[in-house]
């Protein structure tokens, strides 16, 4: 069984900078897209990165030129370079992977941001 564990949310001022995590754990086959999506109290879960095994990127409208996901192929895990960090970005922030037809979530971590 796959699974997803984040790392690296916290609190942070405005205009500062964090960096997510997400490991994948349990031998899994070929990570087809893993990235990141989040989801804020009253609000649909949204993309904020989403990057395929070949190294191709996608980004939610609200975090490009922001946010910077890479990927370790060779150990399964996502980054998420935040920067500029904005209020409207507090949100829980979930790692998502798909395997094949499958798709898997992480328990999800708290990014907040306030002065």
Known sequence: QVQ???SGGGLVQPGGSLRLSCAASG?????HRMGWY???PGKQR???A???VDGFTKYGDSVKGRFTATRDNAKNTVF???NNLKPE???VYLCH???SVSEYWGQGTQVSVSS
């Open 80 to 82: 998420l370079q935040m």
């Open 46 to 48: 949204e993309l904020v």
């Open 89 to 91: 970005d507090s949100a």
């Open 97 to 99: 992977a798909r395997i």
């Open 27 to 31: 031998s899994p086959s070929i990570i």
């Open 50 to 52: 989403d990057v395929t």
């Open 38 to 40: 989040r989801q804020a």
């Open 4 to 6: 997803l564990v984040e």
